[in-house]
């Protein structure tokens, strides 16, 4: 269930939107299944309302979620004179869009901004923070803000929501799957959603060189016994000689987290003139949000990442 003080910014969103001649959705960059599901159903969510709604991403979105419904809708740039309303989706600050650094921006616009999240938000951005921590995903919040607006969930918003809810959970795997997710699962499946569908496009599609990326990242695993960690690490090159791409290194990370009496899982890729370092973990006592906070990035407590800059 979801807070008194929730439920009445949930009904301000629903009174600023009705108030918006045309409002735009975006979320973080490398934009991932909670990131993509939740932005296309706050699209179908805010199109029911009456409103014009655009969702823009930096990144482009991952083919795997190309089943979705409206995932070819979705745009690589916009104008901001064209929208009044900005709604951030699974992330807590312009920075992390990719689009602006915060004090890039002008300070009248957009005329309303609002922020929906499941954890804490890192960046200081102007507007009206819809979050809980407690919550699995940014999917499970929007999931509420239908049924707060009073907005039927048709098959198409459900396969968003059921997306998101999905992929934050590690396909239902996590300690943040809740009986409350378990419930909103199932909601969701009589709705229309498609969870064999959804599996077998996430997790199951694997091209020959996606295999062997996978096969090369295990091959160079490392484990520190004494520290509880275990590392890998893709470089350019590794990407080169299995013919794959960086979207191929999707999911390999939780199964280098399967390894025995491991505290945390480090899984490090080449990425221009950056390193991406994304952590997991399953021990009950670590918070893997806060090793990537020393790095500068941040995340979930089981799940999360950062950028290292390999420039001097």
């Known amino acids: 269930m979801i807070s008194t003080d929730l439920k009445l910014k949930i009904q301000t969103f629903r009174e600023q939107a009705l108030s918006a001649a ?21 699209r179908i969510l805010l199109k029911e309302l009456g409103r014009e709604t655009e969702v823009a991403l930096m990144d482009d979105p991952p083919e795997a979620f ?37 004090d890039e921006l ?21 507007g009206m923070v819809i979050a809980d921590e407690s919550l699995s995903s940014t999917a499970q919040l929007v999931h509420y803000i239908f049924r707060e607006w009073g907005i039927e ?41 498609n969870l064999n569908k959804i599996t077998q496009h996430i997790y199951l599609g694997r091209s020959v060189a996606s295999l062997k990326l996978w096969g090369r990242t295990l091959d160079k695993i490392q484990q520190d016994r004494a520290l509880g960690i275990v590392i890998s690490v893709i470089t350019t090159a590794d990407l080169e000689e299995c013919g794959a791409t960086l979207e191929d290194l999707e999911g390999v990370i939780d199964l280098m987290n399967t390894v025995p009496d491991t505290k945390a899982t480090f899984l490090l890729s080449e990425r221009g003139d950056k390193l991406k370092g994304s952590v997991r973990t399953n021990d009950p006592d670590v918070d893997v949000s806060k090793l990537a906070a020393i790095f500068g990035g941040g995340g979930h407590i089981k799940a999360a990442g950062f950028n290292i800059s390999l420039d001097g």
């Open 22 to 42: 045309k409002i735009l959705i975006v979320t973080h960059i490398k934009p991932d299944g909670d990131a993509i599901g939740s932005a296309l159903a706050l």
């Open 66 to 102: 190309s089943f979705l419904p409206y995932f070819l809708k979705i745009k690589n740039d916009f104008r901001p004179e064209h929208f009044d309303m900005v709604v951030m989706a699974d992330c807590g600050g312009w920075s992390r869009t990719g689009w602006f650094e915060d």
């Open 106 to 126: 002008r300070i009248d616009w957009p005329k309303y901004l609002v922020i929906l999240d499941h954890h804490h938000t890192q960046d200081y951005s102007p």
């Open 153 to 193: 969930i048709n098959s198409d918003a459900a396969n968003c929501l059921m997306t998101g809810l999905s992929t934050d959970t590690g396909s239902f795997k996590h300690t943040n799957t809740t009986p409350e997710v378990f419930r909103i699962a199932a909601e969701l499946m009589e709705s229309g959603a």
